[in-house]
């Protein structure tokens, strides 16, 4: 089993930034791939961004956040990163960590609000 845990939401000003985490404890040499998936109020859960982790490599973006947000990881500390930049408050939702390693695996979700 993997356990998943986002941290770094909160309530942010149209234009300004957040970093979310996702770290990753239980049996994570079987994940290969980690993501960003977000859900906003009344709306079916998104894409955001996704990695091969063991690579760093094959990023994906959704198109909305494309040029603003990027996904990171460090490997060490089995932790994924989501830098988003440039937040619209279009991008208010909560956020969900989502891991892949034979099965999937989602975190509790994090709380992001961009104000006007």
């Known amino acids: 089993q993997v356990q998943l845990a986002e941290t770094g939401g909160g309530l942010v000003q149209a234009g300004g930034s957040l970093r979310l985490s996702c770290a990753a404890s239980g049996r994570t040499s079987s994940i290969y791939a980690m993501g960003w998936f977000r859900q906003a109020p009344g709306e079916e859960r998104e894409f955001v961004a996704d990695m091969l982790v063991r690579s760093g490599t094959g990023t994906n973006y959704a198109d909305s956040v494309k040029g603003r947000f990027a996904i990171s990881r460090d490997n060490a500390k089995n932790v994924v990163y989501l830098q988003m930049n440039s937040l619209k408050p279009e991008d208010t939702a909560v956020y969900y960590c989502?891991?892949?390693?034979?099965?999937?695996?989602w975190g509790q979700g994090t709380q992001v609000t961009v104000s006007s």
């Open positions: 989502q891991a892949t390693g034979g099965l999937e695996y």
